[in-house]
C-alpha cells in the first residue's frame, strides 16, 4: 500500500484513545456487550497493526454488522427512538474502527466521532459534561492532525498541544456563532429517550409515593427570583392537582376528563405586586411545571390549566427555562361550577367507612367549613400522630380507616389524602396538590435549589368567599418540616437520604465540601441560564440590543469580523515569522541575480549548480560572459571554497547590485540576434 | 606532482585498454581513492573483468580473481588450515581474499552464506578462520561485478550489503566510435588485453589520500548535502532514503572528487557528479513511482536547490 495513504501509529494511537473517550459517557445507557465490542475492535485492530492477524473478511464484516443490529433490538426491543439509535450508531463506530486501514476511513470515522461527541447532548447537557466533550473535541481534533503527521512512528503527546492550538484558534468563531447563528427549531421529532425513566412527580400518587422520591438528592429544579426570596414556608411549588381517587389512588383530571367550557381557566382578578422569577427546571421527561399560587408563565409555550396548574405542551426533554410571576394572596375560583364542584367532592362509592362517620360527625359539630378544617387540622395536631419517612405499608382495603386509626404513622401524602377524604366525606370541595416545599437557598447567587427530597403534597380546599384555599395538613403534624425542611423534621428518626450515603448533602455540616458543592450549583445555575437557556428569543433580544436591526450585512461582518479577529495576528506572525529563519546574505544575493537572469529568460532549475548554470548563461549571453564569470566565481569563493573575507562579500553583493541586465537592452538585443 | 596529473595519466593509461569510458574510469578511481569498495554492474561481456584488471594494473597492486559460482564456500575465498604431515602441524593456507585488490566476479551468482564471508571482509579488512583473526594486506579494495538481478541463477544481494559497496558503476555499451576502434584493433591484429603501466605508486596513492583529507567542505555545501539527504527521507518517491552511512560515502566521494580535480574545497558540482554511483543503489524507489534508483537520482539532481533560502 502506498506510504502516504497509511494511518500512522501515533494517530492510531490517538483514535484508540479517542475512541474509548468518546463511548465513555454513554457507558450508562449501553447494554454490556457494546462495550466487549469496543474492546474486541480494538484489539483487532491493533493485532492487525502487529501483522498477527488481518482484516477481518467481507461475509465476516457483514456478519458483525448483522448481529449488531440485531443485538441492538434483542436489548432495546427496537430500533426506533434516542437510545437504540445512538447505541446503534456507537457499535458501528466500534465496527468501523476495526476496518480502518487507509487514510480516508480515518477521515470517516474521525468525523464520526465529532457526531458521537454531539449525541452525549441528547441526553444531558451538564456542565461537566460539556467540559468533558471539550476534552472529547480536542482528542479528535489530536487524532486528526496526528494523521497529518506521517513522520511520528511513536506515539507523540506534541500533537495533543498541536491540536489545542488549532481549537484555542477556532475559539472566538465559536463564541460568535454561538451568539449569532440562528437557532432552528427542530427539523424533526424522534420518539426520543423512550427507555429514559421519567423522574420526580407522576401523574398519579399512591401512599409511599413521595416518601420514595424524598430518598433522591437529585436537583428537581432551581428558582432564581428577581427580588427578595420569599420566606421558605411560603414556598409551595405547585405542580400537581390530584381531584380522582379510586382504588386509593389519587390521580389527576386527563385532558378529556374536562368539560369544554371548563377547559380554560377562569380569569383571576390580580392585583398588588407579584413575585417574579424564572425557573430552570431538570428534565423529567413530563409535562408539568412548578410555580407558586396563583401563577402565570411570562414566557411563551407554557399553557395552563382550569386548576391553575402550568404545562409544557412537550415533555422536558432537557433543562428548560420559563418565567412566571405569581401573586401568592389573590382568591381564586371565586365560583364554583357544578361540574367542579361535583368533581371535587366525589369519593369512591364504598370503603373507609369510619372516616367517613368522622368527617360527618366533625361537620355537624364545627358549624361551618372553615371551621371543620380546623378541627381536623386540631385533630392531626393534638392527637399522637407521627410524621415519618418508615410509616410502613397500610394494605387493608380501608387504608384511610387504618391510617387514622390505628396506624397513625404517615408521610405527608397519608396526611393530605385523609384530609381531603374527609373534607370529600363531608360534602366540601378538596383536593390533593403535589409539588415540593421550600427548597435550599444557595448564599453564593441566591438561587433556590429545589431537590427530590423536598417533594412534598398537600391539599386545597374551597371555601365560600374565599375560593381555593391552600391547608397543608403535614403542618399540623410537624412543624418542623414547613419551616426547617426535611432534614430537621427527620433528625430523631435519621432517615433523611438513608439510602444515599454518598449523597454531598448529607454531608452540609463540613463548611468546605458544603461550600464546594453550593458553588459548583451555583456555577450550574450560570451555565443552564446563560448556555442552555440561550433560546432564540434570548438571542434576539441580545443581538438587538447589542446591534440594532439585525440583518444580513450585520450577520456577515460578525463572522467574517471573528474570524479576522483570529486570521489577522495569525497572518501578521507569519509574516513576520519569515525572517526568523535568516537567510545569508551571500544566497539572498545569488538569488537576486538569479532573478535578474530570469527577467532575460534564463531560469535556474533548483538542481543546478551555479557552475553549470554560468556556462549556460554565457552561452545564451556572451554579451555578460564577464560579469556572469565574475559574479559566480565570487559566489563559489565565498560559499564552498571557505573564503570568509568580507570584503569579497561586499564585492559580490556590490557586483551583483550593479548587475542590472535589464537597462541594457541594445546589449541583450544584440546578443539575441546574435 | 598534482594530484591531478597521477590520475589523468591513471586514466589514460586504463582508457587504452578500455575504450571511451572516461567517466567510468574516473569514478572507479575515486571510489577506490576513497577507499570504498567498487560494484560493477551490468551484462556479461561489457569490460568488467578487464576493468578491474587494469585497475590493479596502473594502481600496482596484487590482484587476484575469484569467479563466484553457486558451489562456492567461504572457505574457498578465505582460506582453510591444511594438515601438514611432516612437521605435524596445522597450516594456513590463505586463500584468494589475501590480495590487494580482489575481483569478485559475478558475487550474486553465488549462495548469501558466501556473499556474506566475503563483504564481512569488506567491512572489516580482516578474516577470522578457525578462531584466528588475520589481517588482510593494505590497501584492500574489492571490485565486484555482479549481473543485473534479474537474470536467472542469481542471488541478489540485499540492501544492508549494497550499502556496503562505496560505488556502483555500469559500464554500459560503448560509443559506437569506441566500439568501432575496437573492432579495428582486434582486426589489425594489435595487442588486446596488454598489461598496463603501474601510473600511482603506494606512497602517491598515501598522498593523493592526504589530499582529499584536507578537501574542505563548506557550510553552504554541507547544507545542499543535508537538503539532498533530507529530500530522499521525505519526499513520497522514496521508499528507503539515504542513510547515514550513505550521506557519509556522498561526502567522501565529493571530497575525492574534488581533490582529483586539483581543488582544495567541495563544489556542488562534485556532488553532482559522484551521485549516480554512491546513491542510486542505496536508494529505494516506493511502489507508486515508476522510475528505477537512476531516475531518483535524477530527480534529486534536479529538484534539491543547490543554493539555500
Known amino acids: 500500500m502506498n506510504v502516504l495513504q497509511q494511518v500512522p501509529r501515533n494517530a492510531l494511537m490517538w483514535i484508540i484513545i479517542s475512541l474509548f473517550a468518546l463511548v465513555a459517557p454513554h457507558i450508562g445507557r449501553l447494554p454490556i456487550w457494546v462495550l466487549a465490542v469496543y474492546v474486541i475492535a480494538v484489539v483487532w485492530r491493533l493485532q492487525v497493526h502487529r501483522g498477527r492477524w488481518s482484516f477481518p473478511g467481507r461475509w465476516v464484516k457483514v456478519a458483525m454488522t448483522t448481529s449488531g443490529f440485531v443485538g441492538i433490538y434483542a436489548s432495546y426491543g427496537t430500533l426506533v427512538g434516542l437510545e437504540p439509535t445512538v447505541a446503534l450508531l456507537l457499535t458501528a463506530f466500534a465496527l468501523k474502527f476495526i476496518e480502518l486501514s487507509q487514510r480516508k476511513d480515518a477521515y470517516v470515522l474521525l468525523f464520526l466521532g465529532y457526531f458521537i461527541c454531539i449525541t452525549e447532548f441528547l441526553f444531558s447537557q451538564d456542565l461537566l459534561i460539556t467540559l468533558y466533550s471539550v476534552i472529547n473535541v480536542l482528542l479528535v481534533t489530536t487524532a486528526l492532525v496526528a494523521l497529518h503527521q506521517p513522520g511520528l512512528d511513536q506515539f507523540n503527546r506534541g500533537t495533543m498541544r498541536l491540536a489545542g492550538v488549532m481549537l484555542l484558534q477556532a475559539v472566538p468563531l465559536m463564541v460568535v456563532l454561538f451568539f449569532v447563528f440562528p437557532r432552528f427549531g427542530p427539523l424533526w421529532t424522534v420518539p426520543i429517550k423512550s427507555h429514559a425513566a421519567k423522574t420526580g412527580m407522576s401523574d398519579f400518587m399512591k401512599p409511599g409515593d413521595v416518601a420514595s422520591l424524598s430518598q433522591s438528592d437529585e436537583v428537581a429544579f432551581r428558582v432564581k427570583f428577581d427580588g427578595e426570596i420569599p420566606e421558605k414556608s411560603a414556598l409551595y411549588w405547585r405542580g400537581l392537582v390530584f381531584s380522582r381517587l379510586e382504588q386509593d389512588v389519587w390521580s389527576g383530571l386527563g385532558y378529556y376528563d374536562v368539560p369544554l367550557e371548563e377547559q380554560r381557566p377562569d380569569e383571576v382578578a390580580i392585583s398588588g405586586q407579584p413575585l417574579r422569577y424564572s425557573v430552570i427546571m431538570e428534565s423529567t421527561q413530563q409535562n408539568w411545571l412548578y410555580g407558586l399560587r396563583y401563577a402565570r408563565a411570562r414566557s411563551p409555550g407554557v399553557m395552563h390549566s382550569s386548576d391553575f396548574r402550568m404545562m409544557s405542551p412537550a415533555p422536558l426533554e432537557s433543562e428548560y427555562l420559563y418565567r412566571v410571576e405569581s401573586w401568592t394572596d389573590v382568591p381564586v375560583d371565586l365560583d364554583l361550577s357544578d361540574w367542579r364542584r361535583k368533581t371535587e367532592t366525589k369519593l369512591p362509592p364504598q370503603g373507609n367507612n369510619r372516616t367517613r362517620e368522622l368527617a360527618l360527625e366533625l361537620r355537624e359539630s364545627a358549624g361551618s367549613d372553615e371551621a371543620f378544617v380546623e378541627q381536623v387540622l386540631e385533630k392531626f395536631n393534638s392527637e399522637d400522630y407521627v410524621y415519618t419517612l418508615q410509616p410502613g405499608r397500610l394494605t387493608g382495603s380501608n387504608p384511610i380507616d387504618d391510617f387514622l386509626f390505628q396506624a397513625r404513622r404517615g408521610f405527608c401524602e397519608h396526611y393530605a389524602s385523609a384530609f381531603v377524604f374527609m373534607m370529600r366525606a363531608a360534602d366540601v370541595p378538596a383536593r390533593v396538590v403535589a409539588g415540593y416545599q421550600g427548597g435550599e437557598i444557595n448564599p453564593l447567587n441566591k438561587t433556590v435549589i429545589v431537590h427530590q427530597f423536598d417533594a412534598h403534597a398537600w391539599a386545597e380546599v374551597w371555601l365560600e368567599n374565599r375560593g381555593w384555599v391552600r391547608v397543608d395538613p403535614t403542618s399540623a403534624v410537624s412543624p418542623l418540616r414547613i419551616e426547617m425542611g426535611l432534614e430537621e423534621a427527620m433528625a430523631s428518626e435519621g432517615s433523611f437520604l438513608a439510602a444515599a450515603p454518598l449523597s454531598p448533602l448529607r454531608y452540609r455540616s463540613i463548611p468546605l465540601l458544603n461550600q464546594l458543592r453550593l458553588r459548583y450549583d451555583a456555577l450550574t445555575y450560570r451555565w443552564q441560564s446563560w448556555v442552555v437557556g440561550f433560546d432564540s428569543e434570548q438571542q434576539f433580544d441580545l443581538l438587538h440590543t447589542l446591534f440594532g436591526e439585525i440583518s444580513t450585512r450585520v450577520f456577515a461582518t460578525l463572522l467574517l469580523g471573528s474570524w479576522a479577529l483570529v486570521l489577522v495576528p495569525v497572518a501578521i506572525s507569519l509574516f513576520f515569522k519569515r525572517d526568523t529563519y535568516p537567510v545569508s546574505p551571500l544566497d539572498k544575493y545569488y538569488r537576486l541575480f538569479c532573478d535578474r537572469m530570469a527577467e532575460l529568460g534564463l531560469i535556474r532549475g533548483p538542481g543546478e549548480t551555479p557552475g553549470h548554470f554560468a556556462q549556460r548563461a554565457v552561452e545564451a549571453l556572451p554579451g555578460f560572459a564577464d560579469e556572469l564569470r565574475r559574479i559566480t566565481g565570487l559566489y563559489n569563493d565565498l560559499a564552498y571554497a571557505g573564503v570568509k573575507d568580507k570584503d569579497e562579500l561586499a564585492q559580490f553583493t556590490r557586483a551583483v547590485s550593479r548587475f542590472r541586465p535589464d537597462r541594457r537592452r541594445g546589449l541583450l538585443e544584440e546578443d539575441t540576434t546574435l | ?309
Open chain 2, 1 to 309: 606532482m598534482q594530484v591531478r596529473g597521477l590520475v589523468d595519466s591513471a586514466v589514460n593509461e586504463v582508457g587504452n585498454i578500455l575504450l571511451g569510458k572516461e567517466p567510468q574510469i574516473r569514478l572507479a578511481l575515486c571510489c577506490l581513492f576513497a577507499r570504498g569498495h567498487l560494484l560493477l554492474e551490468d551484462l556479461p561481456g561489457m569490460g568488467k573483468t578487464t576493468l578491474s584488471h587494469a585497475l590493479a594494473a596502473v594502481l600496482g597492486l596484487s590482484w587476484k580473481r575469484v569467479q563466484f559460482t553457486s558451489d562456492l564456500l567461504p572457505a574457498d575465498i578465505l582460506g582453510v588450515s591444511v594438515f601438514d604431515a611432516s612437521d605435524a602441524s596445522f597450516t594456513f593456507h590463505p586463500g584468494p581474499i589475501f590480495t590487494q585488490l580482489l575481483l569478485a566476479d559475478e558475487i550474486n551468482r553465488t549462495t548469501p552464506r558466501t556473499q556474506s564471508a566475503l563483504l564481512e571482509a569488506m567491512a572489516e579488512g580482516q578474516v577470522t578462520v578457525e578462531g584466528e583473526t588475520r589481517q588482510l594486506p593494505q590497501p584492500f579494495f574489492v571490485i565486484a561485478t555482479q549481473n543485473p538481478v534479474h537474470q536467472s541463477g542469481t542471488y541478489p544481494l540485499p540492501e544492508s550489503q549494497l550499502d556496503r559497496f562505496l560505488m556502483r558503476l555500469e559500464l554500459g555499451y560503448p560509443h559506437p566510435q569506441a566500439e568501432r576502434q575496437m573492432f579495428e584493433r582486434r582486426h589489425s591484429g594489435a595487442m588486446e588485453i596488454q598489461n598496463p603501466r603501474q601510473c600511482i605508486d603506494m606512497g602517491q596513492l598515501e598522498m593523493i589520500r592526504v589530499a582529499v583529507s584536507k578537501v574542505h567542505a563548506s557550510e553552504n555545501l554541507i547544507d545542499y548535502l543535508q537538503r539532498l539527504v533530507a529530500y530522499t527521507r521525505q519526499s513520497p518517491e522514496f521508499e528507503v532514503g539515504l542513510s547515514p552511512r550513505g550521506a557519509l560515502a556522498l561526502l567522501d566521494c565529493a571530497k575525492t572528487w574534488a581533490a582529483m580535480n586539483n581543488r582544495g574545497h567541495v563544489v556542488p558540482e562534485d556532488i553532482q557528479a559522484v551521485l549516480p554511483a554512491v546513491a542510486a543503489h542505496r536508494l529505494v524507489p516506493s511502489g507508486d513511482y515508476a522510475g528505477d534508483g537512476d531516475a531518483l537520482v535524477d530527480l534529486l539532481r534536479r529538484d534539491v536547490d543547490v543554493v539555500g533560502r
